[in-house]
């Protein structure tokens, strides 16, 4: 650290992130005051929060457009150096986990927002498409998901022999499938509705029921099912 690098020790103790969350709790932090904590020091001139205004700024003061950056990315804000850059995508992705574990804890697929709570953690920040199986027992609760394909921003190859084996081996009953679309449009494409024919034709030939396929955009989802078709 530059001797002229505004530690958060140096400051005002009004100001101090750290002795503010000790006093009033993490929650009378704000979002830049919580990443400021995290990266330790600004540069001359501009406090570590301040330094965190400016990045979150520039990304629509949002954790989850942040952390759909790169470290690259990161790197031209004028104070963010690599490990900088590393610290706070780890804070971005240990917030989407967070999230993710407490919707799994409330596993029961009764809806097709149910799927989309249960899925939105892991992709929504994903700039690429995956396609992922959830496969449910007799009450509809989850037994297990799987990623099935990773693919580049075109889509993502299937390949069905594949999704029965994980359905067949989980003894689920139904299943549901999920992709996202790193536009954030969810209109579903000629593929994607012929992806959804040919997996609810397979599934019902060995006594598997599709119960829905969900595409994910930008905090918005399109359910095959509510739309009639399946």
Request: charged share 25%.
């Amino acid at each position: 650290m530059g001797e002229n690098a505004l530690s958060i020790k140096s400051w005002a103790k009004d100001d101090r992130p750290r002795e503010k969350l000790l006093m009033h709790g993490a929650d009378s932090l704000s979002n830049a005051e919580l990443l400021a904590i995290l990266i330790g020091s600004g540069v001359p001139g501009i406090s570590a929060v301040e330094l965190m205004r400016q990045v979150l700024s520039e990304h629509g003061d949002s954790l989850r457009v942040l952390g759909k950056t790169s470290v690259e990315k990161l790197q031209e804000f004028k104070g963010v150096g690599e490990a900088k850059a590393i610290k706070i995508l780890a804070a971005c992705k240990l917030a989407s986990r967070r999230m993710s574990e407490e919707v799994q804890e409330r596993s029961r697929m009764l809806s097709s927002e149910d799927m989309f709570r249960y899925f939105y953690p892991r992709m929504h920040d994903l700039t690429v498409e995956e396609c992922h199986l959830l496969m449910l027992d007799n009450s509809l609760s989850v037994i297990s998901s799987v990623m099935l394909s990773h693919g580049g921003i075109t889509g993502a190859s299937v390949d069905i022999r594949e999704l029965l084996r994980h359905a067949l081996l989980a003894q689920s009953t139904s299943v549901a499938l999920c992709h996202n679309h790193p536009s954030g449009n969810v209109s579903p494409s000629m593929d994607d509705c012929r992806l959804t024919e040919k997996v609810a034709r397979a599934c019902s030939a060995v006594g598997v029921r599709l119960l829905d396929h969900i595409i994910i955009g930008n905090g918005i989802y399109y359910s095959f099912s509510d739309n009639g078709k399946l």
